[in-house]
């Protein structure tokens, strides 16, 4: 409703702004009650003239004349219709039961919201308007300086890159060189040491031809035979050639060390921020442990089904009883939450915000706790959800299966209002048989355990397939049991094989890495990862295990 107007459409005085107004002043266009009338005329600066606003209106505004009665003026306005009408329309009985006004009446009520336009636009709005376009105008300006820093900081990044490349090349040549020089010395010492009893053997054959040659019994009876020594050949060195294993070239990862290009986005005047999806910045490259070492170990008096981190030191996870709780890497109770229905909770989130987000599958309900108060956010029909994760957009991604559990989709919330959904591949098959755990992957891909069919399925952000991970190819006697996921900055996949005791780690295209399985593992179920890549893993055995594994 209109600030100064009543729920039956009064006008209202423009200086109380409280009592129906009468009078009009022509020389400051100002409308007036009774009251505020004589406080006006004390104002001798100006000489006054307050007329009758009824007339006010009838000198300034004339009788539009009928589109249907070229004779008749529209002297009434039907409040339902939304038109004008004369007095030969409303004999007609068309407006029988709707609410007719006067239409100088009519007018005249919205001359103050004209006016009040008026001002905004000239006095606000325009203005606004007309520095956003200077403003515009000035980044253009500036746009090719500040990109001509961009190519140029990225020129001498390549020749920092170009010139490491040939320091490595360099060294190979220098270490290739010093090689060819041991191989040829330890040639040349050999063929001395063959030469030199070469030598001796052939002044043995003269010797012994000059003894047969004398028939000396002196010399024939003081000889003797060195054939024994000579039988024994000299040693031969075998030299193995060094070979080049030239390593294949990992454009992603040559991509990550060359330096990140920080992303290119819009700000809303909310201060909203909507970020190019392909842009996201390259974290330092960190490489994986050759073994993964357990830092912390956090006892939840309970089996704890999933994992959220709130940061390097503190943690929720949810087990089979109605409460959330929060912990510290002491083990010690932080913050405790029961569910607004009393049931266990299916899974857990964090927003962007670090408020905390379960599921409700027993009244399939999504539920938000923010200032200590739970909202129901989001509740579903013929569905049940599941597990839950937050996008880097802030949406939330939902598994959830049907009542009578035979379907299985992925769903996409943003604000809260269902704007995507995930269930068949491009030949109309079923993506997953029973949905588990969720997680989006830095590139944006969807990362889905499949427990049912013994898989992990990814999606890119359109939903569209793009690989399903089994296992380990080596272990096929092995079942896969995948239940907790989760994905690091590196986009590097973590998933729980539960059956098996370990952590599965994958590149962002499925490829296996390795297994984490030497960190006091059992029956892992959920995982997270916080903001400097530490694992964190919830066991069975009422455990929850901080592991460094880069």
Known sequence: MHPRRSAQEVLLCDL????PLQSHCKVCH????VNCVNKHLADSSKDHNVVSYVKHIKSTTSYPKCPKHAEKHCELYCEKCGIPFCSTCNSSGKHKGHKISDILEKSGSKTGDLQKDLKELETRIYPQYEKMASDVQTEKAELDTNYEKLTTATDQQGEIVHREVTAIVNQRKSDIAEMKNKHLAALNKNTDEITNRITELRQIIQDLKKILDTNDVSLTSTYKSRNSEFRTLPTKIRVTLPSFSPQKINKDQLNEMFGSLSPLSFNTENGETMKSPEAVSSPPVKQLL???RLTATIDTGYPPFSVSCLDEEQVWTRGNTKFIKLLNLRSKL???IQTKSGN?????????DRDLVYTDDRNKTVNLVKN???QTVITLQGWGPRNVCNTASDDLLLTMISDDYKQSKVVRYSDFTEKQTIQFDDQGRPLYSSGEHISENRNLDICVTDYGAGAVVVVNQSGKLRFRYTGHPSNTNESFNPVGITTDSHSHILTADYGCHRVHILD???QFLRYIHNCELFLPCGLCVDIRDNLFVANYDNTVKKIQYL
Do not use: H
């Open 16 to 19: 109380c702004e409280t009592v």
């Open 372 to 374: 200590k108060k739970i």
């Open 344 to 352: 266990m909770p299916r899974d857990i989130a964090l927003t962007r």
């Open 290 to 292: 050759d073994e993964p």
């Open 334 to 336: 932080l913050k405790s």
């Open 508 to 510: 962002q295209n499925g």
């Open 30 to 33: 100002i409308n007036l009650c």
